[in-house]
């Protein structure tokens, strides 16, 4: 083999490697999806990784054995906090659930209940 083709064998042999673990990280973390719904549409009232900024909720504090409480409070508005029925599908509370569940160490938080 040439020179050129020896290069050419590495760059495919890293490529494919490349290739290889995007697909190990391929499950898509529930946690880190629900992350990124609760920077876009919470966090501004729920503050930094649930660390409320005296606005909303403090969701560190909120109760691990109760989705249903969880489920209604932000499908259906709770006081100052708005309703989320109209803009949230139930998938996503379901990623939000487990990114509040990973945040707050519950063991049982990727798994929905
Ligand atoms: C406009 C500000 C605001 C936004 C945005 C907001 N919340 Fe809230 N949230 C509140 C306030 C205020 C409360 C406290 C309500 C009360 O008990 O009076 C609250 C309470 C809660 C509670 C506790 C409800 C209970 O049963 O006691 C949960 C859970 C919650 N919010 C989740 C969320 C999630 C998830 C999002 C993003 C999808 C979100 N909130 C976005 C203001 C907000």
Redesign the pocket.
């Given at each position: 083999m040439n020179g050129r083709g020896r290069l050419v064998l590495a760059f495919v042999l890293a490529a494919s490697g490349a290739a290889a673990s995007a697909q190990e990280a391929a499950p898509p973390d529930p946690a880190e999806a629900g992350r990124k719904?609760?920077v876009y549409?919470?966090q501004?009232?729920?503050g930094l990784n649930l660390a409320t900024n005296g606005?909303?909720?403090d969701?560190r504090t909120?109760p691990e054995h109760d989705k249903a409480?969880?489920v209604?409070?932000?499908m259906h508005g709770?006081?100052?906090?708005?309703a989320?029925a109209g803009t949230?599908k139930p998938e996503q509370l379901d990623l939000?659930w487990a990114y509040i569940g990973s945040v707050n160490g519950w063991k049982a938080a990727a798994a929905p209940k």
């Open positions: 719904i609760y549409s919470c501004r009232c729920h606005i909303g909720f969701l909120f409480r969880f209604r409070s932000v709770k006081n100052a906090m708005p989320w949230l939000l």
